[in-house]
């Protein structure tokens, strides 16, 4: 079964600070990993990463790979309330965008 | 533009009754999915349909079946429901098989 575990499990911290989230798999050939966001409802796309090394950023928010070591970050800077919300990680490893996701971290921004 | 719909939001059941739950998207997309959000658990994949016409087992298939009417649409039933089947239910689907999941609110199904 593939893994995915993603720490810590919940966070909270003041508006302004700076986190990072972790997620770390097991897998070592998989298509891309992805990061979401979800709050109420549905889970909104963040980023998909497929190249080691390589930074995706919007914003205050940002997400680098590391395939040899197996685990990717999502970084927020300065963050506000409306970062609240629970990010939750997921691998692409086969076909049809069948995706294995992690447990998510819960993200608490007070003021 | 409404992307992914699912109906209905909310359903209380008893334990043994039947329900479907609907899912339709507007993004011509190919794929779709659904999952189970669960405390503690992420979410699981219970069903996909990689194209119109093809359903397979995801992760946690057992006590649903799962119907692709047309591209549009992707059914998941509950012939006899159980209280472990209380969950948040997500439809989603893709435009491509390495892209991501565009997700619909939510089904809060609870199993009394």
């Known amino acids: 079964e593939d893994k995915v575990v993603q720490s810590p499990l919940s966070l909270v911290v003041h508006e302004g600070d700076t986190v990072t989230l972790n997620c770390s798999y097991e897998v070592t050939n998989f298509r891309s990993l992805l990061w979401y966001k979800q709050e109420k409802k549905a889970p909104t796309f963040l980023f998909m990463l497929t190249s080691s090394g390589i930074e995706k950023k919007s914003g205050r928010l940002s997400s680098i790979l590391d395939k040899k070591e197996l685990f990717s970050i999502l970084n927020i800077t300065a963050t506000q309330t409306g970062d609240s919300a629970i990010y939750l990680c997921?691998?692409?490893?086969?076909?049809?965008?069948?995706?294995?996701f992690g447990t998510g971290t819960r993200l608490q921004v007070t003021l | 533009n409404a992307g992914v719909t699912q109906t209905p939001k909310f359903q209380v059941l008893k334990t043994g009754q039947s329900m479907t739950l609907q899912c339709a998207q507007d993004?011509?997309?190919?794929?779709m999915y659904w999952y189970r959000q669960d405390p503690g658990m992420g979410l699981r994949l219970i069903y996909y349909?990689?194209?119109?016409?093809?359903?397979d087992k995801g992760e946690v298939p057992n006590g649903y079946n799962v119907s692709r009417l047309n591209k549009r649409e992707f059914s998941l039933r509950l012939e006899s429901a159980a209280p472990s089947q209380t969950s948040v239910y997500f439809c989603a689907s893709s435009g491509w098989i390495y892209g991501e999941l565009f997700f619909g609110e939510g089904s809060r199904l609870t199993v009394l």
């Open positions: 349909s990689a194209s119109e016409g093809t359903t």
């Open positions: 997921a691998l692409n490893t086969g076909t049809a965008s069948k995706l294995t």
């Open positions: 993004m011509n997309h190919n794929s």
